[in-house]
């Protein structure tokens, strides 16, 4: 199984800014997601992170707001860009290999106010 | 397109029953099936998986199994503890195949009394 660490945990931002979140993963693979978790409900994706090309973006979700980066194949990251109070959730960070289950950090809780 | 509900929202049992949950999805096409646990303020878990070739799979405590007539799959507890108090998502592919990325159900909470 594959550790995924996430950074920050948690934040609270004012609206209009922008936050980073980072994702790291204990070793190489394959595939790597974005989820968004708002609070009480189901996971929803936001986009495939590609290594060394532009991420695979869900419906309702647009690069411009939700820039994502993935140099390597144990890293990426996630722009959550001019925020909203409607961007507060937690934000999910998920790595795997093809057909196996997916391993998932522990989650940002952002808040914005 | 791939949807996974699941029947309940909320599950309570005894400590030391055994605790079902259950979960439907729609695409037949669909060749593999995880069961999450997600406890408060963590991230998912995996807990056991399951793939289309099978109707059962059996692991520590828990079993899944799977009904592809009805497209149906269910988690089983046994011996339901106070640590698995948590809320429970199944989980398949999100295009019919088995590409990687998930289609989660709505997720089932599990509070276990003592």
């Known amino acids: 199984s594959a550790v995924i660490s996430q950074k920050p945990s948690r934040d609270i931002c004012q609206r209009g800014t922008s936050l980073t979140i980072q994702c790291q993963v204990d070793?190489?693979?394959?595939?790597m997601f974005w989820y968004r978790q708002q609070p009480g409900q189901s996971l929803t994706l936001i986009a495939t992170a590609n290594q060394g090309s532009e991420a695979t973006y869900e419906s309702g979700f647009v690069i411009d707001k939700f820039p994502i980066s993935r140099p390597n194949l144990t890293f990426s990251t996630l722009t959550v860009s001019n925020m909203s109070p409607e961007d507060s959730s937690i934000y999910l960070c998920?790595?795997?290999?093809?057909?196996?289950?997916?391993?998932f950090g522990q989650g940002t809780r952002l808040t914005v106010v | 397109g791939e949807s996974v509900g699941l029947h309940l929202p909320t599950l309570s049992v005894q400590e030391g029953d055994n605790s079902i949950i259950n979960c439907a999805y729609s695409?037949?096409?669909?060749?593999?099936f995880i069961w999450y646990k997600q406890e408060s303020g963590k991230g998912p878990q995996f807990i056991i998986d399951i793939r289309s070739n099978m109707d059962k799979r059996q692991g520590q405590r828990v079993t899944v199994l799977l009904n592809k007539t009805v497209k149906h799959l269910s988690l089983q507890i046994a011996a339901t503890q106070p640590g698995d108090s948590a809320v429970y998502f199944c989980?398949?592919?999100?295009?019919?195949?088995?590409?990687?990325?998930?289609?989660f159900g709505k997720g089932t909470k599990l509070s276990v009394k003592p």
């Open positions: 070793s190489q693979v394959t595939m």
């Open positions: 695409n037949s096409a669909s060749d593999y």
């Open positions: 998920s790595g795997g290999q093809l057909n196996t289950e997916a391993f």
């Open positions: 989980a398949g592919p999100n295009y019919g195949g088995s590409q990687g990325n998930l289609i």
